[in-house]
């Protein structure tokens, strides 16, 4: 039996979930909550949504090798009074957040040495492999980095603004700075631009179209230094390009999944309990969720949906993929 995948970033969907007026406020007994409530409700709309997909809520680690390689990697994450705040509240409500989705029976990933985007990318690329039980994942996440894994039966949807882009979409004006000519174009066009969500700096100057029409008019990246060695490429931003040659290539080689190490089999936790109303409701009245524990009865839609779903299907697939 075929099924489809919802691969869910929790983190960025927790965290995002802290920056909306209404659930930054919430708390019980003085422990912010609105974190928890706004990722679980997101599963269940998604859910709703989609379905015909399992969703599979994805968990970051600590992937050391790019702080490594970039010492300012994501350090701009607490640069302000307020973004330490919000990040604390949200490090304090991560594990009961993934509670929450445990007794309401939601397959969940991580892996301690590597990032939710590594782990979307093994399980995207696995897509490939013979016999493979899943037909099409949709990549969840607000982070457009994520359009990297776009292909054939990848596509990805953002559940802030509600827009899907699929591997066709990147050659045209819908997404962000495009159109481009593939993910490879797109991958190497941030590389040099820099990514300011994640604090990678880029060449000064050189946004994503300028790299775009820069990469196109001299052949790629060694085109560009290959222009301006020989000088025929005299502008300053193709002059800086081929000056920073080594940082593009650092930053392609943090942003591009497939350059990642593989993540250690063996420190990959793939977790996942049937559905346990009972768990759910105490841990409701526990978090001081009663708008969560209305949907969470046995006989509910939440109940009926999880029941549907081919869960031995996916987590022999994320294990075979893990373990490949």
């Not at 052949?219 to 290959?226: F, K, N, P, R, S």
Request: one cysteine or more; proline letters at 5%; charged letters at 25%.
């Amino acid at each position: 039996m075929m099924t489809d995948l919802l691969l869910i970033d929790g983190n960025n969907i927790g965290y995002a979930a802290m920056y909306q007026p209404a659930l930054s406020r919430l708390a019980h007994n003085g422990s912010p909550t609105g974190g928890i409530l706004g990722l679980t409700q997101s599963v269940m709309r998604l859910s709703a949504l989609f379905p015909d997909a399992v969703p599979v809520v994805l968990w970051d680690g600590h992937a050391a090798w790019r702080r490594e390689l970039c010492p300012e990697y994501k350090a701009n994450r607490k640069d302000t009074p307020e973004k330490i705040e919000v990040a604390e509240k949200w490090r304090q409500q991560e594990p009961l957040a993934r509670t929450m989705l445990y007794h309401m029976g939601v397959t969940q990933v991580r892996a301690c040495n590597a990032e939710a985007d590594d782990l979307a990318g093994l399980f995207c690329r696995s897509l490939q492999t013979e016999d493979c039980p899943v037909r099409q994942i949709t990549l969840v996440s607000n982070d457009r980095d994520w359009w990297q894994a776009l292909g054939p039966s990848v596509d990805w949807f953002s559940p802030i603004t509600d827009t899907r882009v699929t591997v066709e979409d990147m050659g045209t004006d819908k997404v962000k700075d495009g159109p481009f000519s593939g993910v490879d174009e797109y991958l190497l066009a941030k590389a040099i631009a820099g990514d300011d969500s994640d604090n990678i700096p880029g060449v000064s100057g050189v946004g994503v179209k300028t790299a775009v029409k820069l990469l196109r008019t001299h052949g790629g990246l060694e085109g560009i230094c290959a222009a301006v060695e020989n000088g025929s490429a005299k502008d300053k931003k193709s002059a800086a390009i081929a000056e920073q040659h080594a940082t593009i290539r650092r930053n392609l080689r943090i942003m591009d999944w497939r350059q990642a190490p593989d993540p250690d089999p063996w420190q990959i936790g793939v977790a996942r309990e049937p559905f346990h109303a009972a768990a759910a409701l105490d841990w409701c009245a526990e978090l001081g969720l009663g708008r969560l524990s209305e949907r969470l009865s046995d006989d509910g839609a939440w109940g009926r949906q999880v029941g549907m779903w081919p869960v031995g299907n996916v987590v022999d697939f994320l294990e075979d993929a893990v373990h490949a």
